[in-house]
C-alpha cells in the first residue's frame, strides 16, 4: 500500500520566481545552498523536459550516495513539476517514490509550494513517523534555503 504525505510551505518569493529558482534553475541554485547535503545535480539525458533523466549526488555523511530521477511532468505556465526516483536512494526499501510539486501564487504576493510525495513500500517494508517526519523536514529545509537566495539576491 502507498504512503502519501502531503506539505504546503509558504514563501514571500512570488511564484513565478520560486519556480523558475526551485524547479527551473534548481540544478545550479540547489548545490550552491546546500553545498553540504548535494554536491551536484547533472543532466544523464534528455533537454530539461519530460522523460529527461538526471543524476543527483548527495554530500559526504549522507544516507545515500545518489539518486537518480525521471522527469514526468513539468509545466511551467501552471508551475507544477512531477518526477519519479528510478534508481539508488531509498530504492532499497520502496518499489518506488514519485514527488509531485505545484506551486501557486498566494494573495500576499508570495506562493504557496504544494508538495505530495508517494512512496510505494517493497513487499512488507514498513517507513516509520519518524523517517516520514525526515523526509518533510529535508524538503521544506531545501526550499527555505532556497527562498533565503532569493531574498538575499533579488536579481537572481
Keep these: ?7 504546503e510551505i509558504p514563501s514571500s518569493i512570488p511564484a513565478d520566481k520560486m519556480f523558475k529558482a526551485f524547479v527551473l534553475e534548481g540544478d545550479i541554485i540547489i548545490p550552491k ?5 548535494i554536491t551536484s545535480v547533472k543532466t544523464l539525458q534528455g533537454d530539461g523536459g519530460v522523460g529527461t533523466i538526471k543524476l543527483t549526488t548527495f554530500g ?11 522527469i514526468d511532468g513539468l509545466d511551467k505556465e501552471n508551475f507544477t513539476y512531477s518526477y519519479t526516483i528510478i534508481e539508488g536512494g531509498a530504492l ?13 501564487a498566494s494573495p500576499d504576493g508570495g506562493c504557496i509550494c504544494k508538495n505530495r510525495s508517494i512512496y510505494q513500500p517493497k513487499g512488507s517494508a514498513q517507513v516509520s513517523e519518524e523517517e516520514i517526519k525526515a ?9 527555505k534555503k532556497v527562498e533565503a537566495y532569493l531574498l538575499a539576491n533579488p536579481d537572481a
Excluded at 545552498?33 to 547535503?37: D, E, G, I, Q, S
Excluded at 545515500?64 to 525521471?70: A, E
Excluded at 532499497?92 to 501557486?104: Q, T
Design 33 to 37: 545552498v546546500l553545498p553540504h547535503a
Design 1 to 7: 500500500m502507498a504512503i502519501t504525505y502531503d506539505m
Design 92 to 104: 532499497d526499501v520502496f518499489e518506488s517514490i514519485s514527488y509531485h510539486i505545484k506551486i501557486i
Design 60 to 70: 559526504e555523511g549522507s544516507m545515500h550516495k545518489s539518486v537518480t530521477h525521471r
Design 135 to 143: 523526509g518533510k523536514e529535508r524538503a521544506s529545509g531545501i526550499f
